[in-house]
């Protein structure tokens, strides 16, 4: 039996209120799917275009809130806070940047 554990995206105490709920798992496309019911995508926030991580667990599968993509930060934006000046190696870096290589790295 699968089991969907949506805790980790509920804030907390909610299930204590509002109680779990069995959903259908449909197939979609060439996979499988579930759909969440109104009231735990309203409580919990989650949009059309929400990303959400699915886990496997031993008891099923465990489905939180994905991280937001990195967003790419182009060149001429992180060379803003930039003085111009060269970068001082600390005595820690400079002594790494001396070492001879001792087996085959070179």
Known sequence: M???ILY???PKGWFSLTGA?????NRWGNGLGIRLPKEFTDKAGITESSRLDVRPT??????TRAEEPRR???LAER????SGQP???SDEDTAWVAMRAIGDES
């Open 2 to 4: 699968i089991q969907y």
């Open 8 to 10: 980790p995206i509920i």
């Open 21 to 25: 709920k069995t959903v259908r798992v």
């Open 58 to 63: 031993a008891d099923g599968l465990l489905i």
């Open 72 to 74: 790419h930060i182009p």
């Open 79 to 82: 060379l803003q806070g930039w």
């Open 87 to 89: 970068y001082e190696l």
